[in-house]
């Protein structure tokens, strides 16, 4: 019947698609369809006195959006290897955002059953991490990237 | 409710928003020539339109109303009523009354109106009470009406009512005859496109303008430049037509003010003809929206301050009907409307003497007539003794002023006392394009609208004064004017660059120089919204991409500057030298 998954015969339980990438040595993973594309690190304007962790606006075919450090707001420290930097282009609501990541990884296709609830707890952090991706005895977050960079409230306080 | 009749009702508000329109504009030529077969048919079919489809998406309120109306347009349409004044009047009522709705649906769907009155007065002309169409009851003899309404609750669908008395008949199975042949819709040729889509369309033109360039300047060496040059062409076409995709008429803008013409004329008791020119003329529609209220507000005033009565008119020698006259047209990069009016003119020493009982003018300032009669452009002036209905109440032509200067524009006044005044709006054929200066300033390259800066001045060693703890001041022409400079507010580095060139800016009768490091050329430059990140900082109007493909921003100098300077003012009172 369904004819457009046939990968999915054996198994009833979903699965649902991700994309990891690395900030710093850290693994983090977004549901792949927030984003858009993915880009080598273009040349940024610069905003003047805009928050430190703002990069600069790139112009992505026509359209002016911001890139921003994610590793800066949620304070990780870069990696050694700059060589592997990527810009993720989130498409959130009909605004893009760019977001700098030290590498790309993967993207996972994970089972529902293996997606874990985040453990109580008060880090700042967790309050834009939707759960926990058990994957290849790893473990990833999963981060909300619309949280993340709508500029709610508690982002201000962790930048 | 499920999506898709969420969208169905959604389609048919937009629908019956713009069909609205045009009715407004038919009832009040009907109201001229109230025996016009063809357009009473043109309103009927419009009536009969509206209460199938609005009774078919389940608004069956508006259906219930548009059915009373319907019933007078074909008694109308009959000749057994003829169109008086009044009962224009009570149809426009209706078309305010359905526009209302139509608003109230689009932020509720399941909104309730009142519209008791309205049906009332409706059922009351029918019924051949005309002469007080206020609160009358309707008439207990008129029997098929109340069969109506109890076939407008219980079918839903077109079809017609199983039931009916002789005189329903005629009423019903007259526009179904229309129904089975399916109207052509009449904007056949148009298409509606979202602007979300153009926009993302001229971003790509934008692009492919960028890239062409590239392209161009590297064949250039391989000696291709001629097909490198024939595809730029292509591409500045393709530009300039995806520009003008954006650009509007502004017939709709004007058709509004013949309402308001004709309700502010019978509430003042004045005869006025309103004469529209150029309605064809195109501008960007974002331009077009926020053009509405400020015509709105010129045409009112024209009628109350600027008219005289008919009385005064035939003792001045005038004719007694006043002419209005709105005209546009293109004058450069700009949309000129030109609002004229055949009345007494502005009165520039009563101004005057207003200005200096309100303080507004210091008494020993003289003014020349022109000067006096741009007083009107100050806030919180209103020239009429008694604050009317119709305008005058304390929001004046400062607000004009100020709404079309946010878009760009200009406005000018000529006036002659005796024989009328003359209003002039300028504004920009769009906001998408706007001329550009590029500089730079704190190691960074920004752009500010051309249209901001009065002049450029090279700034030697010896012309600013510093002074401890406060802003620094330089002698312009023996004005001295505050020095701003923009890497203190802009500057992503400090770079201890010299402020070479000082740009000089003019708001509200007070210029400030603003120090930067050089000006690097002038050029036309794309508006682009500012991303989210930037939205809120003050004197951002906008980002923009420059000829090598970076994004830049562009930097507002008035709305950046001008209320540091109020406060600066307020602080420690600038010395003005004579």
């Known amino acids: ?159 | 409710m499920d999506d898709f009749e969420i969208e169905l009702k959604h389609d048919f508000l937009q629908e019956a928003r713009e069909l609205l329109q045009n009715t407004e504009q038919s009832f009040l030529e009907l109201e001229k020539d109230p025996s016009n077969k063809t357009l009473i048919d043109a309103i009927f079919r419009f009536a009969h339109n509206l209460k199938g489809t609005s009774r078919a998406v389940g608004f069956g309120q508006i259906a219930e109303l548009t059915h009373r109306a319907e019933n007078l347009l074909l008694e109308i349409k009959q000749e057994k009523i003829f169109a008086t004044d009044l009962i224009v009047s009570t149809l426009l009522l209706f078309n305010d009354k359905v526009r209302e709705m139509i608003d109230g649906l689009e932020e509720n769907l399941d909104a309730v109106f009142d519209c008791e009155q309205l049906m009332k007065d409706l059922d009351a002309i029918i019924a051949g009470e005309a002469a007080a169409p206020v609160a009358t009851p309707a008439a207990a003899s008129f029997e098929p009406e109340v069969e109506v309404e109890v076939e407008a609750k219980s079918v839903e669908s077109f079809e017609e009512p199983q039931v009916e008395t002789v005189a329903q008949a005629v009423v019903h199975k007259l526009p179904e005859k229309k129904e089975v042949k399916k109207e052509p819709r009449k904007d056949d040729e148009t298409l509606r496109v979202s602007l979300n889509r153009l926009e993302v369309l001229n971003n790509l033109v934008g692009e492919l303008v960028i890239i062409q360039s590239v392209v161009e300047s590297a064949l250039g060496k391989s000696g291709e430049l001629k097909t490198a040059r024939s595809l730029g062409k292509l591409c500045k076409d393709i530009q300039d037509l995806s520009m003008s995709l954006r650009m509007v008429p502004v017939g709709p803008s004007f058709q509004k003010l013949a309402r308001i013409v004709r309700d502010t004329s019978k509430l003042l008791n004045k005869k006025v003809d309103l004469r529209l020119i150029g309605e064809d003329t195109e501008i960007d529609k974002t331009v077009a929206e926020s053009l509405g209220d400020p015509l709105v507000h010129i045409i009112r005033n024209a009628i109350d301050h600027g008219l005289e009565t008919p009385a005064e008119r035939i003792a001045a020698g005038k004719p007694e009907e006043g002419v209005v006259e709105v005209m546009a047209f293109h004058e450069g990069n700009f949309l000129v409307i030109q609002i004229t009016d055949d009345g007494k003119g502005i009165n520039g020493s009563k101004l005057i003497e207003k200005a200096r009982a309100k303080g507004i003018i210091p008494d020993s300032m003289n003014l020349t007539e022109q000067q006096a009669i741009e007083l009107i452009f100050h806030a919180g002036f209103s020239t009429k003794e008694v604050v009317s209905e119709v305008s005058g109440r304390g929001v004046g032509m400062d607000v004009v002023k100020t709404n079309i200067e946010q878009l760009g524009g200009e406005v000018k006044v000529r006036s002659k006392l005796g024989s009328g005044s003359c209003f002039r709006l300028m504004l920009p054929l769009t906001l998408a394009i706007i001329d550009g200066m590029l500089i730079k300033a704190g190691g960074q390259q920004l752009v500010v609208p051309k249209g901001q800066v009065q002049e450029v001045i090279r700034l030697e060693e010896n012309m600013i004064t510093q002074m401890t703890g406060r802003r620094p001041y330089m002698n312009l022409r023996n004005t001295i004017i505050p020095v701003f400079y923009l890497e203190e507010d802009w500057g992503s580095v400090a770079t201890g660059e010299k402020a070479n060139i000082a740009m000089i800016v003019r708001h509200n009768d007070q210029s400030f120089a603003i120090g930067i490091t050089d000006i690097m050329r002038q050029q036309q430059v794309v508006v682009k919204p500012p991303t989210k990140e930037i939205l809120n900082k003050q004197g951002v109007m906008g980002t923009t991409i420059l000829g090598d493909g970076k994004p830049s921003l562009i930097i507002d100098l008035i709305n950046l500057y001008s209320r540091k300077l109020r406060q600066e003012m307020n602080n420690d009172s600038m010395v003005q030298a004579a």
């Open chain 1, 1 to 159: 019947m369904d004819m457009f998954n046939k990968d999915k015969n054996s198994s009833n339980m979903e699965t649902k698609r991700f994309l990891e990438f690395k900030l710093g040595d850290e693994s983090y993973a977004v549901g792949l369809l927030k984003v858009r594309e993915v880009i080598t690190p273009p040349e940024v304007t610069a905003i003047p006195k805009a928050q430190p962790y703002v990069c600069g606006l790139i112009n992505l075919r026509g359209t002016v959006l911001t890139v921003i450090d994610l590793r800066k707001k949620l304070g990780i420290r870069p990696g050694q290897d700059a060589s592997q930097n990527a810009v993720i282009i989130f498409d959130l609501d009909e605004r893009l955002v760019g977001v700098v990541v030290d590498s790309i990884q993967k993207v996972l296709n994970i089972d529902e059953t293996k997606i874990k609830p985040v453990p109580d707890s008060d880090g700042q952090g967790m309050a834009h991490i939707l759960g926990i991706l058990h994957h290849e005895e790893k473990l990833t977050m999963w981060l909300d990237p619309k949280s993340l960079l709508d500029g709610s409230a508690p982002l201000k306080v962790a930048a």
